[in-house]
Nanobody, 125 residues
């Protein structure tokens, strides 16, 4: 069965960078659409970015555009979220999620069936 495990979170100063990883096991990434989500204390969960199963097309929330980059390495069965120019408002638990979907497009509003445990990102001086 598909499992997702996030890693790479931690404490970083404003303006710094972090690279999050989402390792998949039990299934290949080839047929999966992957999304990154985050949830800050007292706030609703929001979609950050996604990458399609076909062609690696990507989408980003407005808050992430120009600062975050999502990518995938099918050989390693891993999806990454490179975050730069981090702001305190980026502080949240970050989750990766997957849906079985063959598509050249992706969105964060679809039903994602598989979720990782989350990794904490804290941006503070």
């Amino acid at each position: 069965q598909l499992q997702l495990v996030e890693s790479g979170g931690g404490l970083v100063q404003p303006g710094g960078s972090l690279r999050l990883s989402c390792a998949a096991s039990g299934s290949t990434l080839n047929f999966l659409t992957i999304g990154w989500f985050r949830q800050a204390p007292g706030k609703e969960r929001e979609g950050v970015s996604c990458i399609s199963s076909l062609g690696g097309s990507t989408n980003y929330a407005d808050s992430a555009k120009g600062r975050f980059t999502i990518s995938r390495d099918n050989a390693k069965n891993t999806v990454y979220l490179q975050m730069s120019s981090l702001k305190p408002e980026d502080t949240a638990v970050y989750y990766c999620a997957a849906r079985v979907l063959l598509s050249r497009q992706c969105g964060v509003d679809g039903e994602y069936n598989y979720w990782g445990q989350g990794t904490q990102v804290t941006v503070s001086s």
